[in-house]
Structures are given as structure tokens and as C-alpha cells.
């Protein structure tokens, strides 16, 4: 297993490129074949030549510090292994032994071992390490030819309200140094639907296209309607005398206001259906609206309502004389 490099010049992690020079050169004159000879101090000197070389140049460094010795690899694309940190979750930590790199990201992702429809084998996270390197096995994948593979899919979340959900919307998204998509939530999503947009996942392998982004939906809740399947259902307060004579209200709906009737005599919690009124969605009979009916009385205390209340009343106890268990 590699050691840090920092360690091997006995340097702290944020020393400065002086400070560096002079620690390579303190060791390279001790450990030098010519006055140090032996197997084990050539091993050495090896080791202090490459720490050197990566530490003293602000590139390689940089990269070091990001993401540790897998940097080191050749054809190391960081740009992909962004892009994976980003949407990966970041479980673990990428980087050498003692800490290196430090930034947490899916190191098994990066390698084709995270989700998104990767197999997870161990045939598989060889197979992709070699596409992430930009290099084959034993001198090339199966004859030289890296295999082309599509890139893994990414998930992300998006919340929109009630109202955009039912009619449909769009959605602007930003991932970070890159253009904002503009991503179209069709008429009817609802809590926990996914949407798939092709091509705006990882980056394909070896010429493979780009996976796609699977968003989840998250709707708000509305403080007027509730939501069952592709039904809504409202409750419209109405006064005594709508209910009693009967009447025409304005009831809002998806498409807009309509007007309703009520019935004379209208009780309340009564339910009448709007049909075609509920959600839309493409492909599909609209689902209803069901309105329910909830009498309000006044609230003042005054003996001309009061008189009116007891004109009205009716005893109790008939109403509730069917109440079983």
C-alpha cells in the first residue's frame, strides 16, 4: 500500500513549495544509491523521487489533494470523478493512505460498483477501472479495443407545488460547473413520481453515450385540496340559506371556475362530483372533483339569531337516534 506522500518528505500537508524543496533535497542526498547503496535505500530514493515530483507541481498536487494517490493513475479523468462525487451520495473518502485527498465522495461508483444499474461484479469494477483509466487490461480489454459502456444513471430530487404537479410545469436545475437544464414535470406527477431524462447522467466509457437522470418528485401539500389517485375532493363552506333554498356558486377547479348548483335542502357533508374536473393526465380519463358541502352558521351572540337558530332547530336526539356500533 502507497504511503502518503506528505509523509514520505516528512512534510505537513500545507507546506509551501520552499519548504518542500528543501526536504526532498535533505533526503535525497541521504538516501542516494551512491552514498547509501543497498536495495532498501534505492526502494527509498525511488519513493522520495515520486513524491517530489508530484508535490512540486501545482497541478499534480492539486489533484493529489482532491482525490488522493487514485490521481496518480494514468489517464485519470477528474472531471468524471467530480461529476460522481457530485451525485454519489459521498460515502467514503478518496484518497491515499494517511488521509490523502480528504473530499468525500463513492469511490465504487466512480469504478462502475455504485447504483444506477450497475451490475456491482467484480468482473464489472474491473472492467470499468480500466475505462476510467482510459487504458485495458494486460495491454488492452479483449484485444486492444476498450468496450464502449453507457454511463451510470443519476438520481436527484426536485420539489414544485400542488398546483404545477396537477397542470404540469418545468424545472430549471444546476449542477455545479455546468449549464442549467431545463427539465419539463408533465400534468399529474404526484408525491414520489420519477421522471427519466435521457443523456443528463454520468458520462459514457469508452465512447459509450451519457446515463440519464432520474428525478423524484416531491409536491407540497395544498391547503384547499386533497389529492386521492387522479381525483381531488374540496370542502366549500355554504350558508344556512344556500342550503336550505338551494343555489349557484363559483367552485374552482384545475381548468378553472365553474359554476355549481346546490341542491335545496343541501345537508351538511353532503358530496356532489364534478366528473372530468380532477387531474388530467396524458393518456388517461381525467380523474373527478367531489365537493363537499360544510354549512356555517353565526357565530355573534344576538337574540335575532338566536330566535332564527331556534326556529330552525330540530331535536337533537331524532338526528342521532341511528348512531350504532
Same mark, same amino acid.
Not at 444546476?174 to 443523456?199: D, F, K, L, Y
Given at each position: 500500500?502507497? *504511503?502518503?506522500? =506528505?509523509?514520505?518528505?516528512? /512534510?505537513?500537508?500545507?507546506?509551501?513549495?520552499?519548504?518542500?524543496?528543501?526536504?526532498? &533535497?535533505?533526503?535525497?542526498?541521504?538516501?542516494?544509491?551512491?552514498?547509501?547503496?543497498?536495495?532498501?535505500?534505492?526502494?527509498?530514493?525511488?519513493?522520495?523521487?515520486?513524491?517530489?515530483?508530484?508535490?512540486? #507541481?501545482? !497541478?499534480? *498536487?492539486?489533484?493529489?489533494?482532491? $482525490?488522493?494517490? #487514485?490521481?496518480?493513475? !494514468?489517464? @485519470?479523468?477528474?472531471?468524471?470523478?467530480?461529476? +460522481?462525487?457530485? =451525485?454519489?451520495?459521498? &460515502?467514503?473518502?478518496?484518497?491515499?493512505?494517511?488521509?490523502?485527498?480528504? +473530499?468525500? @465522495?463513492?469511490?465504487?461508483?466512480? $469504478?462502475?460498483?455504485?447504483?444506477?444499474?450497475?451490475?456491482?461484479?467484480?468482473?464489472?469494477?474491473?472492467?470499468?477501472?480500466?475505462?476510467? $483509466?482510459?487504458?485495458?487490461?494486460?495491454?488492452?480489454?479483449?484485444?486492444?479495443?476498450?468496450?464502449?459502456?453507457?454511463?451510470?444513471?443519476?438520481?436527484?430530487?426536485?420539489?414544485?407545488?400542488? %398546483?404545477?404537479?396537477?397542470?404540469?410545469?418545468?424545472?430549471?436545475?444546476? &449542477?455545479?460547473?455546468?449549464?442549467?437544464?431545463?427539465?419539463?414535470?408533465?400534468?399529474?406527477?404526484?408525491?414520489?413520481?420519477?421522471?427519466?431524462?435521457?443523456?443528463?447522467?454520468?458520462?459514457?466509457?469508452?465512447?459509450?453515450?451519457?446515463?440519464?437522470?432520474?428525478?423524484?418528485?416531491?409536491?407540497?401539500?395544498?391547503?384547499?385540496?386533497?389529492?386521492?389517485? #387522479?381525483?381531488?375532493?374540496?370542502?366549500?363552506?355554504?350558508?344556512?340559506?344556500?342550503?336550505?333554498?338551494?343555489?349557484?356558486?363559483? +367552485?374552482?377547479?384545475? #381548468?378553472?371556475?365553474?359554476?355549481?348548483?346546490?341542491?335545496?335542502?343541501?345537508?351538511?357533508?353532503?358530496?356532489? &362530483?364534478?366528473?372530468?374536473?380532477?387531474?388530467?393526465?396524458?393518456?388517461?380519463?381525467?380523474?373527478?372533483?367531489? /365537493?363537499?358541502?360544510?354549512? !356555517?352558521?353565526?357565530?355573534?351572540?344576538?337574540?335575532? /339569531?338566536?330566535?332564527? /337558530?331556534?326556529?330552525?332547530? %330540530?331535536?337533537?336526539?331524532?338526528? *342521532?337516534?341511528?348512531?350504532? $356500533?
Amino acid at each position: 500500500m502507497a *504511503r502518503d506522500l =506528505y509523509s514520505v518528505l516528512g /512534510v505537513a500537508r500545507d507546506a509551501d513549495e520552499d519548504t518542500i524543496k528543501k526536504a526532498f &533535497r535533505k533526503l535525497a542526498v541521504q538516501y542516494h544509491p551512491d552514498k547509501a547503496p543497498g536495495k532498501a535505500n534505492e526502494a527509498k530514493f525511488k519513493e522520495i523521487n515520486r513524491a517530489n515530483e508530484v508535490l512540486s #507541481d501545482k !497541478q499534480k *498536487r492539486a489533484l493529489y489533494d482532491e $482525490f488522493g494517490e #487514485d490521481s496518480l493513475q !494514468q489517464g @485519470f479523468d477528474p472531471e468524471r470523478a467530480r461529476f +460522481v462525487r457530485q =451525485y454519489g451520495g459521498g &460515502r467514503g473518502r478518496a484518497g491515499g493512505p494517511g488521509g490523502a485527498g480528504g +473530499v468525500p @465522495f463513492n469511490v465504487e461508483e466512480i $469504478f462502475g460498483g455504485g447504483g444506477g444499474g450497475a451490475s456491482g461484479d467484480f468482473g464489472d469494477l474491473f472492467g470499468n477501472i480500466g475505462d476510467m $483509466f482510459g487504458r485495458g487490461r494486460g495491454g488492452g480489454a479483449r484485444g486492444g479495443a476498450r468496450a464502449a459502456r453507457k454511463g451510470q444513471d443519476v438520481e436527484s430530487e426536485v420539489t414544485i407545488e400542488f %398546483v404545477s404537479a396537477v397542470k404540469g410545469t418545468t424545472v430549471q436545475l444546476q &449542477r455545479e460547473g455546468e449549464e442549467p437544464m431545463t427539465v419539463r414535470i408533465p400534468a399529474g406527477a404526484n408525491e414520489g413520481s420519477r421522471i427519466r431524462v435521457p443523456g443528463q447522467g454520468a458520462p459514457g466509457m469508452g465512447g459509450g453515450p451519457p446515463g440519464d437522470l432520474l428525478l423524484t418528485i416531491h409536491v407540497t401539500p395544498h391547503p384547499l385540496f386533497k389529492r386521492e389517485g #387522479d381525483d381531488l375532493r374540496l370542502d366549500v363552506p355554504v350558508s344556512i340559506g344556500e342550503a336550505y333554498f338551494g343555489g349557484k356558486i363559483k +367552485v374552482p377547479t384545475p #381548468d378553472g371556475e365553474v359554476t355549481l348548483k346546490i341542491p335545496a335542502h343541501t345537508q351538511s357533508g353532503q358530496v356532489l &362530483r364534478l366528473k372530468g374536473k380532477g387531474v388530467a393526465r396524458k393518456g388517461k380519463e381525467p380523474g373527478d372533483l367531489y /365537493v363537499r358541502f360544510l354549512i !356555517q352558521i353565526r357565530t355573534e351572540d344576538d337574540p335575532s /339569531v338566536a330566535e332564527a /337558530v331556534k326556529a330552525l332547530d %330540530v331535536p337533537g336526539e331524532e338526528l *342521532r337516534s341511528e348512531l350504532r $356500533f
